[in-house]
């Protein structure tokens, strides 16, 4: 079966450090997102990207984070100066034609910001 | 309170007993869908029930849907220690393209 895969799947940075994180989304969907999920919390919706552009975007997705779709088969999210609060699961998801179809998700990157 | 909340938080049942899980929404919905989560892994996607559904089934699952009352609940039957993990909602907002996960509900199945 078709899957969203991510790397690195654990990354440690120092504070102020740029990250990006990397994804392979399913090869023909159309909706790209990353959720984050900070340990023992819920999952939190950070960006949607449709179109070779962002549709959509929670007030956590400020300026220090950025995505690309730089090849037509990567998804990647940068985080440009990182912060303690960042350290976070970052999961990438892919759904395919239509908002209404089901959105899969990778097994995520963990990041650890020191 | 936020959109796609599950209750109970957590549930602790013995092996082969059936498992209900709910989840309240705030938003008008496209989808609903219902993943699991084993402790440190990635979200597994279970089953999607669309807005015009009332109920749906898979395997041991079955989800149902009640959008007058914004709220779904996952049963899953005849438990097994296999499905000890995280169970999240998650409610899709039609306009916004995005689903909005709750808490989760943290299933304890005992041997």
């Known amino acids: 079966e078709p899957e969203v895969t991510q790397t690195p799947s654990h990354q440690v940075t120092q504070m102020g450090q740029e990250v990006i994180l990397r994804c392979v989304p399913i090869s023909n969907h159309l909706y790209f997102y990353w959720y984050r999920q900070i340990l023992g919390q819920k999952v939190e919706f950070l960006v949607s990207?449709?179109?070779?552009?962002?549709?959509?975007k929670s007030e956590i997705f400020d300026d220090q984070f950025s995505v690309e779709r730089p090849d037509g088969s990567n998804f990647t999210l940068k985080i440009r100066s990182t912060k303690l609060e960042d350290s976070a699961m970052y999961f990438c998801a892919s759904s395919g034609q239509g908002r209404g179809n089901t959105i899969y998700f990778g097994e995520g990157s963990w990041l650890t910001v020191v | 309170s936020q959109q796609g909340e599950e209750d109970p938080q957590a549930l602790s049942i013995q092996e082969g007993e059936n498992a209900t899980m709910n989840c309240s929404y705030k938003?008008?919905?496209?989808?609903l869908q219902w993943y699991r989560q084993n402790s440190g892994r990635g979200l597994v996607h279970l089953i999607l029930i669309r807005s015009n559904e009332r109920e749906k089934h898979s395997g041991r699952l079955r989800v149902t849907l009640d959008t007058s009352k914004k709220s779904s609940s996952l049963l899953i039957t005849a438990s097994r220690a296999a499905d000890t993990a995280s169970y999240f909602c998650a409610a899709l907002n039609t306009n916004a393209g995005k689903s909005t996960f709750g808490d989760g509900t943290t299933l304890t199945v005992k041997p």
């Open positions: 990207f449709y179109n070779n552009e962002i549709s959509e």
């Open positions: 938003t008008s919905i496209n989808n």
